[in-house]
């Protein structure tokens, strides 16, 4: 069965950086395009960034650009979210999601999350 | 970006009611729309997707329509498991943005 399990969350200093894995299995890990999303405490979900399968292509939030590196290796089956310059508002539980088109273009439709890992930058 | 915007924000409603929430976006996102059920600490799972179909495995209680700006989920007969709160999500174009959500409460 399809698992994504997060890794590497925890409290950070504002400013300070963070890297997220994210380990997948249960399926061909390099046909999928890949996706976080994170839901900050009692909030509702925001997108934050999108790879290709073959990690070609990747999209960003505004709120998390220039910021945020989404990345992967698919002879791990890992995905990443190395964040650099963290702000208060990053606060959140961070997703790692599985978009449900096989190859080719992403469908954008999330069909697979992890559990998430939580985020808190604070001093 | 593109807006979405959810109505309304809470629903109180029974046990074997039948409930509508709607989906409205900012401009035109033809059927590039789904929704996702999330249950108070856990991961939100999908539920419909291209506006109007149902994802497998999914009780056929739910149902969703509309396309362009305007899109509803429907759920006909409310179970005790469907108290929850829920996402349209639109993917037209980027970035991809979710509705502020629509918590489903048992009155």
């Known amino acids: 069965q399809v698992q994504l399990v997060e890794s590497g969350g925890g409290v950070v200093q504002p400013g300070r950086s963070l890297r997220l894995s994210c380990a997948a299995s249960?399926?061909?890990?390099?046909?999928?395009?890949m996706h976080w999303v994170r839901q900050a405490p009692g909030k509702g979900l925001e997108w934050v960034a999108l790879i290709w399968y073959g990690g070609t292509n990747k999209y960003y939030a505004d709120s998390v650009k220039g910021r945020f590196t989404i990345s992967r290796d698919n002879s791990k089956n890992t995905l990443y979210l190395q964040m650099n310059g963290l702000r208060a508002e990053d606060t959140a539980v961070y997703y790692c999601?599985?978009?449900?088109?096989?190859?080719?273009?992403?469908?954008?439709?999330?069909?697979?999350w992890g559990q998430g890992t939580l985020v808190t930058v604070s001093s | 970006d593109i807006q979405m915007t959810q109505s309304p924000s809470t629903l109180s409603a029974s046990v074997g009611d039948r409930v509508t929430i709607t989906c409205r976006a900012s401009q035109s996102i033809s059927i590039w729309l789904a929704w996702y059920q999330q249950k108070p600490g856990k991961a939100p799972k999908l539920l419909i997707y291209k506006a109007s179909r149902l994802q497998s495995g999914v009780p056929s209680r739910f149902s969703g329509s509309g396309s362009g700006t305007e899109f509803t989920l429907t759920i006909s007969s409310l179970q005790p498991d469907d108290f929850a709160t829920y996402y349209c999500?639109?993917?037209?174009?980027?970035?991809?943005?979710f509705g502020q959500g629509t918590r489903l409460e048992i009155k």
């Open positions: 999601v599985r978009d449900s088109a096989a190859a080719g273009d992403p469908s954008n439709e999330i069909d697979y």
């Open positions: 249960g399926f061909t890990f390099s046909s999928y395009a």
């Open positions: 999500q639109q993917y037209n174009s980027y970035p991809i943005t």
